[in-house]
Nanobody
Framework: QVQLVESGGGLVQAGGSLRLSCAAS????????MGWFRQAPGKEREFVAV????????YYADSLRGRFTISRDNAKNTAYLQMNSLKHEDTAVYYC??????????????WGQGTQVTVSS
């Protein structure tokens, strides 16, 4: 099994930046793909970004491509999400996911507890 813990969320003004971290523990050797998803109040969980084990392949939601950057450091068993030029509509709980692949949250077996990102102004 895999345990995921997100951190780095908080309050930020529109146009600002924030970096989220996802620390993995347990059977991390079985993690081939890691992804980020988010869920706003009253909305379904939606895809943000995904990264392959090597970090060589990344994919982003169309609306986020160019503003968000996903990366990972396997030596630290950690994935990151760099968020730039944040907008109010980016406000959501951000979740780290592992144990699957693709853009659908239904394809992932492991999830963190989530970290709140609130963009003001």
């Amino acid at each position: 099994q895999v345990q995921l813990v997100e951190s780095g969320g908080g309050l930020v003004q529109a146009g600002g930046s924030l970096r989220l971290s996802c620390a993995a523990s347990g059977r991390t050797f079985s993690i081939y793909t890691m992804g980020w998803f988010r869920q706003a109040p009253g909305k379904e969980r939606e895809f943000v970004a995904v990264i392959s084990w090597s970090g060589g392949n990344t994919y982003y939601a169309d609306s986020l491509r160019g503003r968000f950057t996903i990366s990972r450091d396997n030596a630290k068993n950690t994935a990151y999400l760099q968020m730039n030029s944040l907008k109010h509509e980016d406000t959501a709980v951000y979740y780290c996911a592992a144990g699957g692949r693709g853009t659908s949250p239904n394809l992932y077996d492991y999830w963190g507890q989530g970290t709140q990102v609130t963009v003001s102004s």
